[in-house]
């Protein structure tokens, strides 16, 4: 399900947190204005709120932010906000076509969180902590195409706009579909489903 945390207590670097910002492109007082109300940030004399890149903030609050955002400006911003991320969060060094950008996303994912005060991706072993779902990479063999189920709190258009942008940096003409036939977070669901072909 969508804006839901998979467990209390995690939290978000405020280098990917100030993609809700940066998503919002030219109209950033309605970014604040959610941050503010979801409690994310520090809110400054002009009401603008500051992002602290290397500060940690609450998952849930993050996810309170999104929420209100799909209900009062919708989908659009929530893709607008997954295309911004990849300028805006950690990512690892070894992305050098569309299949190492595609996989990368759940280590990135993952390094962008922490749990009990521990980021979920350790760079030097590879070991991935449990406890924010994933996002999933499968190559379909001798097709241009990658299924990426992803099972994230996240909202649907968030993860497309994510998708999107990591699959355009090495093939520009990528297309990246949700795929209506498998479950979807909107509904209910735990997890969606895209369909990324060039």
Known sequence: ?????????????????????????LIKSLAYKHLKEAGVGEVEKDESVKI???TWYSQEAWLKAFESISKEVGDSVLYQIGLAIPRNAKFPPWVVDIDTAVQSIDVAYHMNHRKGGREMFDPTTGKMLEGIGHYGYNRITGENKIISVCENPY?????????TTMAQKFQPLAKVKHDDLKPCRKKGQKSCTYVITW
Do not use: H, R, W
Not at 12 to 21: K, R, S
Not at 155 to 163: A, H, Y
């Open 1 to 25: 399900m969508q804006f839901l945390s998979f467990e209390k207590g995690i939290e978000v670097n405020g280098q990917t947190v100030y993609a809700i910002v940066d998503g919002f492109k």
């Open 52 to 54: 602290n890149p290397s």
């Open 155 to 163: 909202p649907c258009e968030f993860d497309k706009g994510i998708l």
